[in-house]
Nanobody, 121 residues
């Protein structure tokens, strides 16, 4: 089994910053893409940012220029630096990983438990 443990969420005022971390552990053989999704109340889950194993990144238009995704392959960890936060960034943020476990050869999606980010105006 592969587990994802997130940290770094919380309450911040508009214009502030937060840094989310997500560490993968367990029966990991290799990790391909890593990313962050978010889901606000009454809305669908949406991709916020993604990063490939080679370091290529992709961002939602709403966060470009404000959020930065990075990863530490040695630690199987992905980060999301969030600057200039806005009230509309309030959501539960989920870490997601596409990878192979040591137990079979099938690429799977793994999800973290979610961490709440609340931005007050």
């Amino acid at each position: 089994q592969v587990q994802l443990v997130e940290s770094g969420g919380g309450l911040v005022q508009a214009g502030g910053s937060l840094r989310l971390s997500c560490a993968a552990s367990g029966s990991i053989f290799s990790i391909n893409a890593m990313g962050w999704y978010r889901q606000a109340p009454g809305k669908q889950r949406e991709l916020v940012a993604a990063i490939t194993s080679g370091g290529s990144t992709n961002y939602a238009d709403s966060v470009k220029g404000r959020f930065t995704i990075s990863r530490d392959n040695a630690k199987n960890t992905v980060y999301l630096q969030m600057n200039s936060l806005k009230p509309e960034d309030t959501a539960v943020y989920y870490c997601a990983v596409k990878g192979l476990s040591t137990r079979d050869i099938f690429l799977r999606d793994y999800w973290g438990q979610g961490t709440q980010v609340t931005v007050s105006s």
